[in-house]
């Protein structure tokens, strides 16, 4: 892999950024982008990465990235553990993550929905916004099974095979979905056609039975439906998902159970946040 090629971010269709990520846009800081492209390295999973972890993911040269890391250190954003040779989170996101997540007061109108509809379903319903080609989770509840998806607030997981993924991509706007189709197909060309057959499907699923649905497609052993919707109130689309692994439940109990559950729910959500 060369400087100026991006892959994928673990578990996720996310490229981390090259140089060529600005597309020849004269208003794109590089630095400033791969700055946050370092942040976006860590997750459930990854709390601690060596600065060839993150060149890694990112593909970038080590040198670069032992400057960003350098640079974000220094302002509070990572922390250096030395004895590791590793870096974490600082203190600075935090302040970051919580202005943005209090930002979202659709959350705390969701919360109670979204259990609701995880109980009936004894699944697990995340709300969901996109972060680049991945769905970041905003929320998640979860039903009474003993055994549930290891997702949580903030996790972040695959737009082009999740249900929440494809429900997003169902109600964008055109224009948006179209730049999403041009990136997933420059991310990994070989993947695309299938990725396009299943973001196709799910756009005619979500106009003709209220949801999109991925069984098996992004964790073999899933399935899950999502229903997107427009918050309002200048907030971009979201999308709620139900889901649970294949020894809870399976496709038959999601469509003919959960789903019209899952619409009703996501019907009240519609434009909650005013225009």
């Not at 109670?112 to 996109?130: D, H, Q, T, Y």
């Not at 990725?195 to 999109?212: F, K, N, S, T, Y």
């Not at 998902?241 to 159970?257: E, H, K, Q, S």
Request: overall charge positive; hydrophobic content about 40%.
């Amino acid at each position: 892999m060369t400087a100026g090629e991006a892959t994928a971010l673990p578990g996720t269709d996310a490229p981390g950024p090259g140089p060529d990520g600005a597309k020849e846009d004269r208003h794109f800081v590089t630095a400033l982008a791969r700055g946050l492209a370092v942040l976006s390295c860590f997750g459930p999973g990854r709390t601690s990465l060596a600065n060839h972890d993150i060149a890694a993911a990112c593909g970038l040269p080590r040198s670069t990235v032992s400057r960003l890391t350098y640079t974000l250190t220094k302002l509070g954003y990572l922390q250096h553990m030395a004895e590791l040779g590793r870096y974490r989170l600082g203190t600075a996101t935090i302040a970051l993550s919580s202005a943005a997540l209090g930002g979202l007061d659709v959350r705390g109108i969701a919360r109670p929905v979204l259990r609701k509809v995880a109980e009936a379903a004894n699944a697990s319903v995340g709300l969901g916004v996109r972060d680049r080609l991945s769905m970041r989770y905003v929320d998640c509840q979860r039903g009474p099974a003993a055994i549930s998806l290891n997702l949580d607030t903030g996790s972040r997981i695959s737009l082009a095979r999740s249900a929440m993924g494809r429900a997003y991509v169902a109600i964008c706007p055109d224009r948006e979905r179209e730049g999403i189709y041009e990136d997933l197909k420059a991310l990994d060309p070989v993947a695309w056609p299938a990725l396009r057959v299943g973001l196709d499907r799910a756009v005619v699923e979500h106009r003709e039975i209220g949801c999109c649905t991925s069984f098996g497609e992004w964790q073999e052993t899933v399935c899950a439906i999502a229903v997107g919707f427009q918050p309002g109130g200048g907030l971009p689309p979201m999308a709620v998902n139900c889901g649970a692994p294949t020894v809870i439940t399976d496709a038959r109990f999601l469509m003919d159970v959960a789903r019209p559950k899952l619409i009703a729910a996501v019907r009240s959500l519609h434009g909650v946040m005013g225009a």
